[in-house]
């Protein structure tokens, strides 16, 4: 409040020293309204760049995936991520963005289909404004939707993305996002909301689980399994880029919960941004001391992993907790993520760990807002975290029943998407085929579904250039030749 | 004629080139190799779990030498290649029927020389 009288007074003097005339005339009333469309202006100036940086975020995903695949599947990532994305766009505006966000229901919006100027979605007027947090919403399902491709590397056919990414844009992620963010049933549990600030389950379990449907019905890649039944390594090709991917994750998620205070004038606003790079932080120190312990190496993908982990954990319960809770989220996430990769890694072939990584460091993330969401932060109605029953005078049936409505919503998010999506992923087993067929995966997705190599100059012999001299230089510019070069000259 | 076709690690082929130079032998291929032996593989840990590679790097050193030259490059390369540890690699001594220059079309022993220092430096 006092920084907004400040801006005020700032305001009143410009106004002052630009128009003295018109200045002397204005009221207070128009210098505090004038003061509302700027805030205004500020904010959505904000959501739109946090916006930007969850849409780069799919570069984060592009990344790590290829990273994480083998070489002769390097291009077949570039692809999936822009078909994805531009697919998921079309079925956001003209459906999704409606069932979300469009009033209706406890179970679903009925406003704001074809999104267009001056709609009227769930009793108001679309403007400026509406179409930023729209396109917000948007760059959500997206980063959603390229999780679920993460169990999947290597061996899906092309197709199957097509037709999933249509019904996961249009109902799938808009179904969660509705019941929690768009005023339905998720909104009001006896009296208590679900709290989720960014989406750890909206997005991060709903993508895990889309991953996990996904990959009962397409099976491990060959080679995973032995005879045995004994899981084996398939290394990655880039440690780098998972690197890179890591990375650009990172700083996206700033916008991703930073971005969902939807505003700068809040203290909040800094709150979670901090939040995030604590979480974060711990994420890798948990994961790195975890595959330290399992294997005695600092394991490069690992780290990477616990980075992600920490990230996703904070995801919830970044606008709800103190700052001392978030590396504790952080770190738990990073531990749990190490473990669940190998316990999973011996029934499931999940190359990249979007299982472990979005899905129970999702689910820890929305249950962690149970255990230590502070009385000063949680939304209106909800009550903090169990942590302040133990170490504090709140009554055990509050706290414990908000840990239960966030379990619930763990429940509810898993349920909804597991189902819509086997049957999404059935469907297309039964026609279009799901997998690609023996040949075409050994050979790898690059050259038998986009015809040609991620990396396709791999086999095409280069040309030499026979002095190695740049031809400024020319052959007798005082530079000596290597020997072999001199030798091999000819007359 | 032999070529002469060694086995060697990495890191001895440079100094084997810069002798073989050095006593008129200018002519050599490398390839890069994986190979087994009585050295073991390589173990790598990646994301918690061990990965054993059962070959390892080594370079393919391959010289075409008139009989005569041959128990010189053999002894320069076992000179530089080995170590003493399980790994330095093998030497293989085979016969050659021909050997043809393609930019002239000559053959005979004599396109296993090095050129003469006119021809170099002209």
Avoid at chain 1, 219 to 232: F, I, M, T
Wanted: glycine share 14%; hydrophobic share 50%; net charge negative.
């Amino acid at each position: 409040m006092r920084k907004k009288i400040g801006v005020a007074a700032l305001l009143a003097v410009f106004a002052a020293l630009l128009l003295p005339t018109v200045a002397s005339a204005a009221t207070l009333g128009e210098v505090a309204s004038s003061v509302e469309a700027k805030t205004t202006e500020l904010n959505m100036t904000w959501v739109a760049v946090a916006a930007a940086l969850v849409f780069l975020m799919q570069a984060g995903f592009m990344f790590l995936e290829i990273g994480f695949s083998r070489q002769k599947n390097a291009g077949t990532g570039v692809a999936k991520v822009l078909v994805n994305l531009a697919i998921c766009t079309l079925a956001w505006w003209a459906i999704g963005y409606g069932i979300a966000e469009g009033g209706g229901n406890d179970f679903f919006g009925d406003s704001g289909f074809f999104f267009h100027f001056d709609q009227v979605i769930g009793g108001e007027a679309a403007n400026g404004e509406t179409a930023m947090l729209m396109l917000y919403g948007l760059a959500f399902c997206a980063v959603s939707l390229a999780i679920v491709w993460g169990t999947t590397l290597e061996r899906i056919k092309f197709g199957a993305y097509v037709v999933y990414a249509v019904v996961f844009g249009a109902v799938i992620y808009p179904l969660v996002a509705h019941a929690v963010w768009g005023g339905g049933l998720l909104g009001d549990i006896g009296g208590k909301p679900v709290m989720d600030f960014a989406g750890s389950s909206v997005v991060h379990l709903t993508g895990a689980t889309g991953a996990l449907a996904a990959l009962l019905l397409l099976g491990p890649r060959k080679g995973k399994y032995d005879a045995n039944g004994k899981p084996r390594v398939i290394p990655g090709h880039s440690m780098p880029l998972v690197g890179l991917g890591v990375i650009i994750l990172w700083i996206g998620w700033f916008g991703f919960n930073g971005g969902s205070t939807f505003g700068t004038e809040e203290v909040l606003f800094g709150e979670v941004m901090l939040n995030t790079q604590l979480a974060a932080a711990a994420g890798v120190i948990g994961a790195s001391i975890a595959v330290y312990l399992k294997s005695r190496t600092l394991d490069v993908g690992m780290a990477g992993n616990g980075a992600i982990a920490g990230l996703v954990g904070i995801t919830a319960p970044s606008g709800f907790v103190e700052y001392w809770a978030a590396p504790i989220i952080g770190l738990v996430a990073g531990l749990l993520v190490v473990y669940a990769v190998l316990a999973i890694d011996k029934l499931l072939d999940d190359p990249v760990g979007a299982l472990s990584a979005h899905g129970l460091a999702g689910i820890w993330g929305t249950l962690s807002v149970g255990i230590f969401g502070s009385a000063r932060l949680v939304s209106e109605g909800a009550s903090p975290g169990v942590w302040y029953s133990v170490f504090g005078d709140e009554p055990f049936s509050a706290t414990i029943g908000q840990l239960g409505v966030q379990g619930l919503a763990v429940l509810f998010t898993f349920v909804v998407v597991f189902a819509i999506s086997i049957a999404t992923f059935a469907f297309i087993k039964g026609t279009i085929g799901l997998r690609v067929d023996d040949a075409e995966e050994e050979a790898g997705l690059d050259i038998s579904s986009h015809g040609m190599y991620g990396y396709p100059e791999q086999f095409i012999p280069q040309p030499e250039y026979s002095t190695g001299l740049p031809s400024g230089l020319g052959s007798g510019a005082g530079v000596a030749a290597p020997a072999p070069a001199q030798m091999t000259a000819t007359e | 004629m032999k070529k002469i076709e060694a086995f060697i690690r990495h890191e001895a082929f440079e100094p084997i080139r810069a002798e073989l130079l050095d006593k008129g032998f200018p002519s050599l291929s490398i390839s890069e190799a994986k190979g087994s032996g009585r050295q073991k593989g390589i173990v790598e840990r990646y994301r918690g779990s061990t990965l054993t590679v059962n070959v390892r790097p080594k370079l393919k050193l391959e010289v075409v030498v008139e009989d005569k030259d041959k128990p010189l490059v053999v002894e320069t390369i076992l000179k530089h290649a080995r170590t003493g540890e399980v790994g330095d690699g093998k030497i293989f001594v085979l016969p050659v029927e021909e050997a043809i220059r393609i930019r002239t079309g000559e053959g005979g022993e004599e396109v296993l020389q090095a050129h003469s220092e006119e021809e170099v430096t002209a």
